[in-house]
Structures are given as structure tokens and as C-alpha cells.
């Protein structure tokens, strides 16, 4: 659901303004998890879900199209987006372990920890300046078509991924991704009020920083997934001590994201992003290589470069995209950044599992599905290496 709305969240952010998007996100997504811990059913429950993915849907873009329009000077924004990203990073970081703790005892009390934290949101965002809206008719044709489009392909990539793609409600779904983008791109092209003008990808940096951000998903979420797998399946680990493991890697991102800023400011945004992904090919290499029976200790502290080099590179990522259009589209070029990270998130997780589906061992399914996410790494490297616009503080 999240994936889904998300873009349709960023356009429909700049049509009633950020700040009133991400309050009404934040109040429908409080109540949502109030009804999830308070669900009776389970029919109950996945109806309150899906209004959780619609709260969030408008939370994610939202919050950066106001950091856009608060810092109107360049390098306050970049320490902005680093500390959005590092609140992120410790989320991350916190979740596993504080949930899986928390199911322990009874896991309604994970959904109402949820209010005391949406309220001190709302509480923040009456100190922030009134949004502008753009006065602009509502591309129906082009919202409907994205959620359709959208849904229909995260099925597809999900559910193939668990049962395979040949079935023929997989194959549909994937139909109807295909058939909804044609009419999608055919209304903004053609369109007098477009729900994503078009000349947004016509920037070499966009569409750098979009394929960088969507690949870097894909290999971290890949990871989560893999070694997830492995140290519950393969060292027997609980699901607790697992997310005990996976702390390493995610605790660094939070730590490191306040010094990314510093760095962008000196040498320019291209250098943190090559940086971060050269980081991240060496970590996922590592892992690759690491004999079976090596300490589960040794592999989480293998998995630490993996977190650097995403503190590198999410923040200027997301600079980069939100810096190359004027602040009233912040909204939409927030929707884009954020669903090319969320797709690449689960086509990286399905591209692993189909992976580890046809090897005969779970290790060689594992080595190749590494290897493979350090290639794709590597295109993003020589693609960044054209972002020579970004250079130096002058970038700044």
C-alpha cells in the first residue's frame, strides 16, 4: 500500500500544501495504529494496516518538501536531510530490537507506541511556517493510473517472488503494471496540469541519483533479507538475537549521517556518493566471501560496511533530487526519490529469493545473490562518475 500511494502522497502534497499533507498523514496514521492495536480480527486488523501505509504514504514525501521550503540556503538544507535521514537510521536501527522484545510481552503494545510519537510530531509541526499550494486541477487520469500501476507491480514482484512468476495471477498483475504505465506516461505527456512533468527526467542528475538510489535499496534490502535468512536458518539465531546483529550495521548510519553533511560541504556531493557505493560494493564482497562457518559476531561486524557506505550516500542522494527543482515540485521530486528507493527495496529482496530459490545450497544462493548486488553497485559508481556538476563547495 505504501509503495503504491507514495507517489500519488508527494503530488497531492503540493496541491494542499506540505504542512497540512503531512499533519493529516501523521493524525490518519496515529489513528490506524490505535485500531491495529486495538483490532478485534484479523480482517480488522489488515483494514487498519492498509490505512497505516496510506498515513505513511503521506508522511515520507511530505516531510521533505517542507525541509525543502524551511532552508532556502543549500547547505542548511544538506544538514537537514542528514538529520531526516539519520532519525530514519536510528528508526531502523531500533525497530527490530525494540519490536521484537515488545511481541514478547504482546504485540498490540508495538501499534501504541506509535501515539506518543505521532503527537509529538503534530506538537512540532504547529512551529512550522504555513505550506503554499499550487492552484492547479487534480490529474485524475494520471493518480489513477500510478496506484493502479504501482499496486499491481508490487504484487507481482512480492507474490512471484514467494510462489513464482509463471502463475497466471502473477503474469495478469504484471499486464496491468505494463498497461497502466503506457496510459500514465501518455497523460503527463499530453496533459496541461501533469501529475509528474516529464522534464523531471530529463536531468542527468535525476535520473543518476534515482537509478543510484533505487540500486542502493535494492542491495540493502537485499542484505537484510539474505542474512536475515542466514543467521536464523543457517547459526539458529531467534529473531531477537538477529536484529541484535543487524545493530551494528544500522546503529553506524545514524552515527555517521550529521558528518555526511560536513563532507558534501567540502568536496561536493559526487564524492560522499561514489564514496558511500564504493564502500558499499567492498562490504557486500565481503560477506560474499565469508566461509560458512565464520562467528556470527565476525559477519555482523562484515555487515558495518554496508551501513557506511548507505549513511554516504542516502543524504546527498536525496539533495541532489530535491535540489534540482524549484521548492513548490519538492513534493512530487520527494514521491519520486521515495518510490525509486521503495521499488528497488523489494525487487532487491525478490531478486535474492529467486536467487536462493534455484541454487542447491542456501550459501552459493547466497554468494550469487551478493555478487550479482555488487555488479549492479558498480553501474551506479561509473553512472556517478557524469555527476561532475556537483563538485566542490561551490556545489554548495
Aim: aromatic share 8%.
Amino acid at each position: 500500500m505504501f509503495s503504491a500511494l507514495i507517489l500519488f502522497a508527494g503530488t497531492f502534497s503540493e496541491r494542499i500544501g506540505a504542512k497540512r499533507a503531512y499533519g493529516a498523514g501523521t493524525v490518519l496514521f496515529v489513528l490506524a495504529s490505535a485500531a491495529c492495536g486495538l483490532a478485534p480480527d484479523l480482517g480488522t486488523l489488515i483494514g487498519a494496516r492498509f490505512a497505516q501505509g496510506l498515513g505513511a504514504a503521506l508522511v515520507t514525501p511530505t516531510a521533505l518538501a517542507i525541509i525543502r521550503e524551511a532552508y532556502t540556503d543549500a547547505g542548511a538544507r544538506a544538514r537537514a536531510i542528514a538529520y531526516w535521514a539519520m532519525g530514519g537510521s536510528i528508526a531502523a536501527a531500533a525497530g527490530p530490537i525494540v519490536g521484537g522484545a515488545l511481541t514478547q510481552v504482546d504485540w498490540r503494545i508495538i501499534f501504541f507506541l506509535n501515539l506518543p510519537v505521532g503527537a509529538i510530531a503534530l506538537l512540532v509541526l504547529t512551529r512550522v511556517g504555513t505550506s503554499p499550494r499550487e492552484a492547479a486541477p487534480f490529474d485524475w487520469t494520471g493518480q489513477v493510473t500510478a496506484v493502479l500501476g504501482l499496486a499491481a507491480l508490487t504484487y507481482a514482484i512480492i507474490e512471484g517472488g514467494e510462489g513464482g512468476y509463471g502463475r497466471p495471477t502473477i503474469l495478469t498483475a504484471f499486464a496491468v503494471a505494463v498497461l497502466a504505465l503506457v496510459v500514465f506516461l501518455l497523460a503527463q505527456s499530453r496533459g496541461r496540469h501533469p501529475m509528474v512533468p516529464l522534464e523531471l527526467f530529463r536531468s542527468t542528475r535525476v535520473i543518476v541519483a534515482l537509478a543510484a538510489a533505487f540500486i542502493g535499496m535494492s542491495a540493502f534490502y537485499g542484505v537484510v533479507f539474505v542474512q536475515s535468512l542466514y543467521f536464523q536458518q543457517v547459526r539458529g539465531e531467534s529473531a531477537f538475537s538477529t536484529g541484535l546483529l543487524f545493530l551494528p550495521m544500522t546503529a553506524l548510519v545514524a552515527a555517521i549521517s550529521p558528518v555526511v553533511s560536513r563532507v558534501a560541504a567540502h568536496y561536493g556531493l559526487r564524492v560522499p556518493i561514489i564514496g558511500g557505493q564504493i564502500v558499499l560494493v567492498a562490504g557486500l564482497i565481503a560477506l560474499a566471501c565469508v566461509p560458512a562457518s565464520t562467528p556470527t559476531w565476525v559477519v555482523a561486524v562484515l555487515m558495518v560496511p554496508l551501513g557506511l557506505g548507505g549513511s554516504f550516500t542516502v543524504p546527498p542522494l536525496t539533495t541532489l533530487v530535491i535540489d534540482s527543482v524549484p521548492a513548490r515540485r519538492a513534493g512530487t521530486a520527494s514521491g519520486v526519490l521515495n518510490l525509486s528507493r521503495q521499488m528497488g527495496g523489494s525487487l532487491g529482496v525478490a531478486a535474492v529469493g529467486s536467487v536462493l530459490a534455484v541454487q542447491a545450497t542456501f550459501m552459493t544462493g547466497l554468494r550469487i545473490g551478493l555478487i550479482a548486488l555488487a555488479a549492479l553497485v558498480v553501474v551506479t559508481i561509473v553512472a556517478s562518475l557524469t555527476l561532475r556538476d556537483v563538485d566542490g563547495p561551490a556545489a554548495h
